[in-house]
């Protein structure tokens, strides 16, 4: 219901247009991020925010909600696909549920290191292949923020491949990712990210995966103290727009959230980068027990199902991605 509430609140201000000139209008527009306030991805909305109001002489203005309070993960996305929310700032995982070519950016292993994914996503490749398809679908991809990399976490340690047999690991709805620990040999278990603490905690599941700054800020270390650096899948934390809402801005204030949105990005790697110097002392001290499995065996599960992608996917779209990459 509070969600509703917001959501009903964010509709009586989103889009709300002065009485007079068009250069007059003001715009008011609720973000919403399943992170927790101080997640660096948190900090750079907050910083994206601060620059849009300025620069448009407060014209336009981001209200953000962090902690999943416009809703579960689902929820928003199918909110900002009909226009009641301005924007989300999610993984493309969670976007391949309305925009399926999305998948591809999931395939394990596709890159080695954030300059490499950067390359890929801010390169022509993604951006006729996949960015200018999500107009379509209702979403408009502003820029692509934030790229971690995943390791599993669980409540009993990992420290081989043969660990993960038969283990309920929480997983993105996502198909990439479910085929990925089915290969694993894990359960694959799709779980709204704001349940997983509690599922954690009760052992309704017996892990989940994630990059070690969010293991650290949302606190599931508290309930699942094995950390293992399998790093098999990146993250791409990206500002995606309701299509709706940004057809109904003036050009000058679509230029003025293009350029709050690179600052806001900014602002996060600053956090991301100054969180991860320190994250895994912060973890040890916090009674995590960090794992380095062998990850050939892990390279070779994933790898393989990239050819089980084919058929959803189609073998071109992941060639092109895959030299795009350099693989």
């Not at 899948?233 to 959230?257: A, G, H």
């Amino acid at each position: 219901m509070k969600s509703l509430a917001r959501i009903a609140i964010g509709l009586a201000l989103s889009a709300g247009l002065a009485a007079q000139t068009a250069s007059a209008q003001e715009f008011k527009f609720n973000l919403g991020t399943v992170l927790d306030p101080k997640h660096p991805v948190s900090v750079g909305m907050y910083k994206m925010a601060e620059v849009a109001e300025k620069a448009s002489g407060g014209r336009l203005k981001l209200e953000i909600f962090p902690s999943s309070q416009l809703g579960a993960q689902r929820e928003m996305w199918q909110n900002v696909q009909a226009g009641l929310i301005g924007g989300i700032v999610d993984p493309t995982a969670s976007l391949t549920n309305f925009v399926p070519q999305f998948a591809v950016l999931d395939l394990p292993y596709l890159v080695q290191n954030p300059e490499q994914a950067f390359k890929l996503l801010d390169g022509p490749v993604v951006e006729s292949e996949l960015t200018s398809k999500a107009p379509a679908a209702g979403f408009r991809v502003v820029h692509y923020w934030e790229v971690t990399f995943r390791n599993v976490y669980t409540r009993t340690p990992v420290n081989s491949i043969a660990d993960l047999k038969g283990k309920k690991i929480r997983v993105i709805p996502n198909p990439t990712f479910i085929a990925l620990f089915r290969a694993l040999g894990a359960a694959p278990t799709p779980m709204a990210f704001g349940e997983l603490y509690t599922a954690l905690q009760q052992g309704v599941v017996d892990g989940a995966e994630n990059d070690a700054v969010t293991y650290f800020t949302t606190k599931h270390y508290e309930v699942a103290k094995n950390y293992a650096l399998t790093n098999h899948l990146m993250l791409i934390n990206t500002l995606v727009f309701s299509e709706k809402q940004w057809q109904r801005l003036p050009q000058d204030l679509r230029s003025v959230l293009l350029k709050a949105s690179l600052e806001g990005r900014k602002a996060c790697l600053d956090e991301r980068h100054a969180r991860e110097a320190k994250v895994f002392d912060d973890l040890r001290a916090g009674g995590v027990n960090i794992t380095k499995p062998d990850l050939k065996p892990f390279v070779e599960a994933g790898r393989k199902t990239w050819t089980e992608s084919e058929a959803r996917l189609g073998k071109d779209l992941i060639k092109k991605i895959a030299d795009a990459a350099g693989k």
